[in-house]
């Protein structure tokens, strides 16, 4: 049996305030040619298929395009919840899609698996969707005498429980065996794009012995390719959605299974719509007409290093790079002649003028007031102290 393991097409997602379903469509188009060419059996989508928990109308009809190009394939199609779908929703239709297209999102449904069979005998798929600790453990049977479930309250303890669940599936259901999940396991490089949530919030991470069992595990949430281990990998996401991810190759492990279980793996890669790439120098040499020939049209972050900030660098920037989406400026000099706190020097400054060099400093990069400036701010300070004078 031929797998193709993706995940996290985040269905929805702007980049930069752009919107993405466009080039979305195309790599889903070009991963739809991949199965074909493969002659994959399943496709594996393991999370986080909207960006959102209430898609646009535009959102629902991509996908619906896209499982539809799938089912006419003749491949199965077997797709779970993450964190940033609405597991009601997207399981809502569930029982109305084509047969060969299963969406998994019931918790108390992982122990029964989706069984697809090749000429060795049937291949058993449980589904983990995203679990939501508060919101799982009370549905499971894990609690104590007051009705609360102390053990249930991370991620790792929900992901184990769900194994757990998967392994007893795995007992009734005799034959070679696949997990789908989503969450954040241990052992993941964390170069490769994470979730915006895993950045803001703390690590809870999912012991790699926690997916002990299966023949092999398709996990999402991460955005870049993973390898964890021969049967334990991250697909990570099909399309581009932040500079942090602009080296990192998109597309989908093809995994095959033969009587004894999982027989190999390779990767595929997918075509990207539009380079991104990070520029960095003063607004001049970005602005160079080298650059400027060069990523035309590509996605563009451009990182100025003048010691002060440059008048609208953005519309500039647009002006040469059509497709700039991110300026930030970043001082070659912003540590630099600053060896006392702003605060310090604050407390320090005996005079208004004293007071607003040291803001000026400590917002442009130590460089305090120009000669031409310091005269406007001494005629400011006089012209206070002289209406003070007459009140």
């Known amino acids: 049996m031929r797998i193709l393991h993706t995940s996290d097409w985040h269905i929805g997602r702007t980049f930069h305030g752009h919107s993405t379903l466009v080039a979305l469509a195309e790599v889903l188009g070009a991963l739809v040619a991949q199965v074909r060419e493969n002659d994959v059996d399943v496709v594996i989508v393991a999370g986080d298929v909207f960006d959102s928990a209430t ?30 779908d609405s597991a009601a929703r997207l399981g809502f239709h569930s029982r109305l ?47 104590d005498a007051e009705g609360v479930a102390p053990a249930l309250r991370t991620q790792a303890q929900v992901m184990n429980h769900a194994m757990a669940l998967v392994r007893e599936g795995m007992t009734v259901h005799e034959g070679r065996s696949i997990a789908v999940a989503h969450c954040f396991a241990a052992g993941v490089d964390a170069t490769v794009g994470l979730e915006r949530e895993v950045r803001q919030g703390g690590l809870d991470m999912v012991p790699l012995a926690s997916f002990d069992g299966p023949d092999y595990v398709a996990l999402g949430h991460i955005h870049g390719r993973q390898q964890l281990g021969e049967r334990v990998r991250y697909s990570g996401a099909p399309l581009h959605y932040s500079f942090g991810e602009q080296h990192k190759e998109r597309g989908s492990w093809l995994v095959d299974l033969d009587a004894d279980g999982l027989a190999g793996t390779r990767w595929l890669a997918l075509p990207v719509p539009r380079r991104l790439v990070t520029l960095t120098g003063t607004l001049d ?44 400026h970043q001082p070659e000099s912003a540590d630099a002649a600053d060896e006392t706190s702003y605060t310090q020097r604050l407390r320090a400054a005996v005079t208004d003028a004293d007071r607003i060099e040291a803001f000026l400093e400590h917002v442009r990069a130590g460089q305090g007031a120009s000669e031409h400036e310091a005269e406007l701010i001494r005629e400011v300070l006089d012209d206070r102290v002289r209406a003070e004078a007459l009140v």
């Open 285 to 328: 040499e970005i602005l160079s007409d080298e650059n400027a020939a060069e990523h035309a049209d590509d996605w563009v972050c451009a990182i100025y290093t003048d010691s002060l900030p440059q008048h609208e660098p953005m519309r500039r920037l647009r002006e040469r790079f059509e497709f700039c989406a991110l300026v930030q």
């Open 97 to 143: 899609l084509r047969d060969g297209i299963h969406v998994l999102t019931d918790p108390l449904a992982i122990a029964t698996p989706v069984t697809v069979s090749d000429e060795h005998g049937p291949v058993h798929f449980y589904g983990i969707p995203y679990l939501e600790p508060a919101i799982v453990r009370q549905h499971w049977n894990a609690a």
């Open 55 to 84: 898609p646009a109308a535009s959102a629902y009809t991509l996908l619906d395009e896209t499982l539809l190009a799938l089912h006419e394939t003749g491949v199965t199609v077997i797709m779970t919840s993450g964190n940033h």
